[in-house]
């Protein structure tokens, strides 16, 4: 950009998409910037029914294979054989005294990123050079969403299911560096979009505001349990849930008025439910280095342990659905990304006959 551009507000705004991957221009790949702004010059995408309908839709294809699906088990640990994978033993976390279970199988795919598969999931005295790089690898930002419930569609106010990017301030470095927001800190920058108005199912409207948060704001908390986090905890969301709101309001008069609902996730919410490290909502952080690891790829150094997801390629959910292909590809054999490619053309084909 230094190269190309001298106005340093046109620099800001050409820069003004990386909370797409969560990290200001000074720490990402140029990269992975051009793909994805690049990818929203036809629009973005949206799943109708919302984010469960990606699952929806695979599920019954996963039982026409022969599989079958299993949810509410948290995986403790990578079953290995004379130092080959051979399956998983699992926690029942809907019933906390049921005995632990055991899963074997002749191939492990693991999505649960390659932090919590390196250094959580294979047995700690497994010899692993990745184990401490992993460690020590810079981490990814954390996030704070408000997740608004609202009385009247937000069109009245003009808007029509688009992204915003509102910053106050040109600096995008400064966002995540300054302190983290609080009442008297408020905050630089944030996303605002509406699910409601991207997707033609939706039964009511509905908006979502994204921050970044610095984790230790929140890491007192980190060992008690989710719900029971204290008074001092829900008071703190309730102050970073205002400043948001009147962040937008400042922006767009009128939308304070339409909310009938409010309920903010911090850092905690996501490393409780999605189990990411600091609750960083994008994993490993992007940055040039991380193209160079080892560790980011479908292949593990144990014999029939893979990764998918955002943590063999790229991030996002584009990124964690081509890392599945690219982990099926290598599990297809030679020249196996070509052959699910192909097999994806047909398919496209079929489908636009269709139509
Ligand atoms: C609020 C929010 C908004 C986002 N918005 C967007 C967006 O608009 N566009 C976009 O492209 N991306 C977005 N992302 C990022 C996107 O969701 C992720 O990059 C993507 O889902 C990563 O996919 P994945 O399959 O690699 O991992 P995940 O979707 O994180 O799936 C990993 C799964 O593994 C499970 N798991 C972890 N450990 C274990 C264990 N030990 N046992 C059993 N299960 C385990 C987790 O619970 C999780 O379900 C958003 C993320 C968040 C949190």
Request: aromatic share 12%; hydrophobic share 40%.
């Amino acid at each position: 950009m230094n190269r190309h551009f001298q106005d340093a507000q046109l620099k800001a705004l050409l820069a003004s998409q990386w909370g797409n991957y969560g990290l200001p221009p000074s720490q990402s790949c140029f990269g992975i910037h051009g793909a994805i702004v690049t990818h929203y010059f036809k629009g973005g995408w949206y799943p109708v029914g919302g984010a469960k309908a990606i699952a929806q839709a695979i599920i019954p294809v996963i039982e026409q294979g022969g599989g079958v699906v299993i949810t509410q088990r948290r995986v403790t640990e990578i079953l290995l054989e004379s130092g080959v994978a051979v399956g998983v033993k699992a926690q029942n976390t809907a019933h906390a005294k049921a005995d632990m279970e055991t899963y074997f199988a002749p191939i492990v795919v693991s999505d649960a990123g390659a932090f919590n598969t390196y250094v959580k999931l294979i047995p700690p005295n497994y010899p692993l050079a990745e184990r401490q790089k992993i460690q020590a690898f810079p981490k990814g930002n954390s996030m704070v969403t408000v997740y608004l419930g609202l009385k009247e569609s937000p069109q009245q106010l003009g808007f029509q299911g688009e992204n915003h990017w509102i910053y106050t301030t040109y600096n995008h470095d400064a966002i995540v560096q300054d302190p983290p927001i609080s009442a008297d800190n408020l905050p630089k920058f944030c996303y605002l979009s509406f699910p409601s108005l991207k997707d033609p199912l939706a039964e009511g409207h509905t908006a979502e505001i994204i921050a970044y948060v610095n984790y230790d704001l929140f890491s007192q908390w980190r060992e008690q349990s989710w719900r029971r986090r204290g008074a001092d905890y829900t008071e703190l969301k309730a102050q970073i849930t205002q400043s948001l709101i009147q962040l937008v309001e400042r922006h767009y008069p009128g939308f304070q008025d339409l909310i009938e609902y409010a309920e903010l996730s911090t850092p905690l919410t996501v490393e409780h439910f999605d189990a990411s490290d600091r609750g960083a909502i994008f994993g490993i952080p992007c940055i040039p280095e991380r193209l160079d690891q080892s560790w980011i790829g479908a292949r593990t150094p144990i014999k029939n342990l893979y990764l998918t997801g955002v943590d063999t390629l790229s991030l996002g959910i584009m990124g964690a659905m081509m890392g599945g292909v690219k982990t099926a590809g290598v599990l297809n054999g030679a020249f196996g990304f070509f052959k699910s490619m192909r097999l994806v053309y047909y398919i496209c084909k079929i489908i636009l006959c269709d139509l």
